[in-house]
């Protein structure tokens, strides 16, 4: 897929991009601009040039930042989630590129080495594992562009997988307090679920419920690939998705999206009904997997 086919739809979206990253609040189920007080709909991409299971921090290196940020201006995208980075590195100058050039960061806390592990959950869940995440925070705390930290990704992938649901939970709350307890500012703390017909419904609903506010999600991140090609609102299952999100009291986004089960170059359709009313009061935006060329063919 080439850059330059996704951009004038994407482009289109994003007529006049800030050249300031004032905080995003959260509030209902949106994101807010806290300077405008307008909402925030993530339009972004998913960038971790390596791939998602490689430890290669892409925002602590200044020459691949900001050659990529020039791309980024150019798709009119204004958040990139990045997977893992070292929180012992320096990213300030990236960060500031990033916010002079607009532009968010939803950041995963985890690293393929340090995460909430399916087979033992409670062996991972650590006082090491804890210490690593609560770095992170330290790190990116500081940013304004920091949109939010995800505190595992398709942890949950099946019905099996269910009973480490708990721990997603657990580190839900523990970086929410932590964030309290530094007396950082509030910054959204969420989970980015796979699209699990069987559960997906009650991973959600379990993220977002319980008298303890820490414990609950600030936000969810859907990995979602079902609509491919030429699909439609319907066809697609994203009528369907809505009706199913509708009433949830946190912001919904589409954390991964871009079905490349398709001849040729993705035609990238959804986005119009991503970003049109028929579901822009349930989901704030999207990002598309993914920025670079990896072994899963999905880059652009």
């Known amino acids: 897929m080439k850059i330059s086919t996704i951009l004038p ?15 995003i609040n959260v509030s209902g189920n949106a994101f807010w601009d806290t300077e405008t007080g307008e909402r925030f709909y993530i339009r972004g991409v998913d960038y971790q040039p390596g791939g998602s299971s490689q430890l290669e921090d892409p925002i602590a290196d200044e020459e691949v930042c900001s050659r990529d940020i020039e791309y980024f201006k150019e798709l009119g995208l204004n958040t990139i989630r990045v997977y893992s980075v070292d929180n012992s590195a320096d990213h300030s100058k990236c960060m500031s590129l990033l916010s002079d050039a607009g532009i968010y960061l939803l950041l ?154 398709v001849p040729g170059s993705r035609p990238f359709t959804e986005i119009s009904s991503i970003y049109s009313l028929q579901m822009s009061s349930v989901f704030s935006g999207g990002l598309v997997y993914e920025y670079s060329q990896e072994e899963a063919n999905y880059g652009l």
């Open 108 to 261: 995963d806390v985890n690293t393929p080495d340090v995460a909430i592990s399916r087979v033992n959950p409670g062996c991972s869940y650590n006082a090491d594992y804890l210490q690593h995440i609560f770095a992170v925070v330290d790190e990116f705390s500081q940013y304004n562009n920091t949109l939010g930290f995800f505190a595992g990704n398709e942890v949950v992938n099946d019905v099996g997988s269910l009973y480490t649901a708990p721990y997603i939970k657990a580190v839900v709350r523990d970086l929410k307090k932590y964030i309290k307890a530094r007396d950082y500012r509030s910054i959204p703390v969420g989970y980015s679920a796979a699209d699990v017909a069987e559960v997906r419904v009650e991973l959600a609903d379990y993220l977002n419920c319980g008298n303890d506010t820490d414990a609950r999600v600030d936000m969810l991140g859907v990995n979602d690939y079902s609509w491919c090609g030429q699909s439609s609102f319907v066809v697609s299952g994203y009528q369907q998705k809505v009706q199913m999100y509708s009433g949830y009291s946190s912001p919904i986004f589409l954390s991964e999206f871009g079905c490349n089960k």
């Open 9 to 23: 739809v994407v482009a289109a979206l994003a007529s006049i991009t800030k050249a300031a990253t004032p905080p």
